[in-house]
């Protein structure tokens, strides 16, 4: 299981928000556990000293532009891009040093998948070099697709077909659980199991870990197939319950286990 680090950026600064309070009218409400006085930089050069690849940084929203090219500067090629990504736009973040481009919004609209800018976007960039987050709010016991920052449900929930299909067009699914997303108040259980079980391609699953338990219950319960994403729990962005060194320890020594995560 790889560590997969992270930096959400809102306002132009690196921010922990608790994710099912963003809403783009009342920004008012949204409840932030943490705002560093640090550059985007410094947490991807950070990363990048202990060669945490395939990480990600969110434009959560307007003014991030800036803080983002920060970011990628810091480790061309290192850490994934996501937020605000079209097939207009995505061959221009991967100039700048993007890994890979998140995408969400662009390709769920309306409720549903819009295959014709999916496979634009194939076309702008690869399979190889397209993620798609399918971060997801629970509903009458199955997990809904979510976009514009987890805001608006979608018609899709996350099951064996959906991913089958989706897993042709991208090279990685990012899935945070939006409704513990930020609050260190543990992880989404019955997610991970699913996603264990039906995912056919790298799958990093975010939302809820608070500390080593949750991790070793993600190692556990997602079969050694999902990677993770910690945020707010994290020391380095306030949080009391998680070192980023234990998350990195923990991480390397499952890794040392040798698990296959997907048949060849």
């Not at 202990?50 to 800036?66: E, F, Q, R, S, V």
């Not at 190889?128 to 199955?142: A, G, H, M, N, P």
């Not at 080593?212 to 949080?239: M, N, Y």
Request: charged share 25%; net charge negative; aromatic share 8%.
């Amino acid at each position: 299981m790889q560590l997969r680090p992270c930096i959400d950026l809102h306002g132009g600064v690196v921010k922990q928000i608790v994710g099912s309070t963003l809403v783009d009218d009342h920004p008012e409400v949204v409840e932030t556990n943490f705002v560093t006085e640090k550059p985007p930089s410094w947490f991807t050069a950070l990363y990048r000293a202990d060669n945490l690849t395939g990480g990600h940084i969110i434009k959560l929203g307007p003014g991030n532009d800036l803080a983002a090219e920060e970011a990628l500067d810091a480790w061309p090629g290192g850490m994934q891009l996501g937020g605000g990504i079209s097939a207009e736009n995505a061959g221009q973040w991967l100039d700048k040093g993007a890994s890979e481009v998140i995408v969400t919004s662009y390709v769920f609209r309306d409720g549903f998948i819009d295959m014709d800018r999916l496979d634009k976007l194939v076309a702008a960039v690869g399979r190889k070099r397209l993620v798609l987050d399918l971060s997801c709010r629970k509903k009458e016991e199955q997990y809904y697709i979510v976009t514009d920052r987890w805001q608006k449900f979608t018609s899709i929930a996350i099951g064996p077909a959906v991913l089958e299909k989706l897993a042709k067009s991208c090279s990685e699914f990012l899935i945070h659980a939006a409704d513990v997303e930020g609050k260190c108040a543990g992880i989404e259980k019955t997610l991970v199991e699913k996603l264990a079980l039906w995912t056919p391609i790298p799958t990093t699953y975010a939302g809820g870990i608070r500390d080593i338990s949750d991790l070793q219950l993600i190692w556990e319960a997602g079969k050694g197939r999902l990677d993770c994403t910690v945020g707010s729990s994290l020391d380095i962005f306030g949080g009391k319950t998680l070192t980023y060194r234990e998350a990195v320890q923990f991480c390397r020594a499952t890794e040392e286990v040798g698990l296959p995560m997907f048949d060849p």
